[in-house]
């Protein structure tokens, strides 16, 4: 499918609904001291049109292929991140719409460096606490423990 997806089609009524699916390619780029790749990415798309503009809602699924902070092995992040938006002029930078036509891989450009965690640890390398250590809990606090339920 074109990576160009055109939010407010002539003769469309007020409460259209439309849907899109977009595959599409994003390019390596580098964040927090690592080389990231992306693959697999699509994108779910659906358009509202209301009667001062558009209502977006949109869904981005990708992988993100890094390398672990701790042994630099390569891992593979699975994404999922989206947006629903009310879209009342035919420019918006944050979602990457230019003369009411959506750019799905400039939203993912934009979008991705903000859900990559700063820190990524390949399964089984997470830091790991000894069986019998419990969190201690300032004394002031005591009076909340039961609070939502049980103690577990």
């Known amino acids: 499918m074109n990576e160009l997806i055109f939010l407010k089609r002539p003769g469309t009524d007020v409460g259209e609904q439309r849907e899109y699916r977009a595959t599409f390619e994003v390019e390596p780029f580098d964040l927090h001291g690592r080389h990231h790749e992306v693959t697999d990415a699509e994108a779910e798309v659906t358009v509202t049109r209301l009667s001062d503009g558009v209502h977006l809602d949109l869904e981005v699924r990708a992988t993100v292929r890094t390398t672990c902070d701790r042994t630099l092995q ?8 989206g947006d629903s938006e009310f879209v009342s002029r035919p420019n918006d930078e944050e979602l990457a719409v230019q003369d009411w036509m959506l750019d799905v891989p400039g939203y993912a450009r934009r979008a991705l460096p903000t859900e990559i965690p700063m820190q990524v640890f390949a399964p089984g390398t997470e830091p790991v606490r000894p069986a019998g250590e419990e969190e201690e809990v300032d004394p002031r606090w005591s009076g909340l423990r039961g609070l939502f339920g049980p103690e577990r």
């Open 74 to 81: 390569p891992v593979e992040l699975p994404m999922r991140f």
